[in-house]
């Protein structure tokens, strides 16, 4: 029997193949103030938004992904652990594909925010908010934000549940999922 997760995944999955055709994920990763500075290699998933490429760890510019520990609420009342699913499902997305990320312009802190690309030039950050794992950051998303409202009207990922923002989970605004 196919676990839940593993067929939920395969939707997202023909969902995101679906979206990403040429140009879309461009557009969204043009609003990225880059500084030029690039950082390659296969990435190891911290979380569903941090990454550690080429020895560096690296924040994706201009989304949130659900914290690990964030749950949201599905239609039916089950609690999903969707930043957990979030962070797995980029692990399987990611597996042993190279990416570029060009770190954001003034980035020079310990974990600065880049723009990350597969190979083919598809922005991993627009790919996550299109398919629902992430929002537009509400300060830096800008380039984002038709993402997440083309995923919002296909009730796509987090969409499709009762979901707190992670900026208002962290501040303790924890109002669903019985958090």
């Given amino acids: 029997m196919i676990h ?74 089950e609690t999903f652990r969707m930043g957990a699913f979030a962070a797995s499902f980029l692990q399987e997305l990611l597996q042993t594909q190279p990416l570029t990320c060009e770190l954001a ?15 083919g030039g598809e922005p991993l950050n627009a790919a996550l908010v299109s398919g629902g794992l992430a929002y537009a950051d509400p300060e830096r998303g800008e380039p984002y934000a038709s993402l997440e409202a083309d995923a919002r009207a296909g009730r796509r990922g987090l969409w499709a549940m009762d979901c707190v923002p992670p900026w208002e989970w962290r501040r303790g605004g924890r109002v669903n999922a019985g958090e």
């Fill in 105 to 119: 312009a003034g980035q020079d802190g310990a974990e600065p925010a880049a723009l990350c690309r597969f190979p």
């Fill in 4 to 77: 839940k997760r593993v067929l939920w995944a395969a939707a997202f999955v023909a969902t995101w193949l679906g979206a990403a055709h040429p140009g879309h994920g461009e557009e969204a990763g043009d609003g990225a103030p880059l500084s030029g500075i690039a950082v390659y290699g296969i990435a190891r998933v911290v979380d569903g938004d941090t990454l550690v490429v080429g020895g560096r760890r690296l924040t994706l510019w201009g989304i949130d992904a659900p914290e690990l520990g964030q749950s949201c609420l599905k239609p039916d009342g």
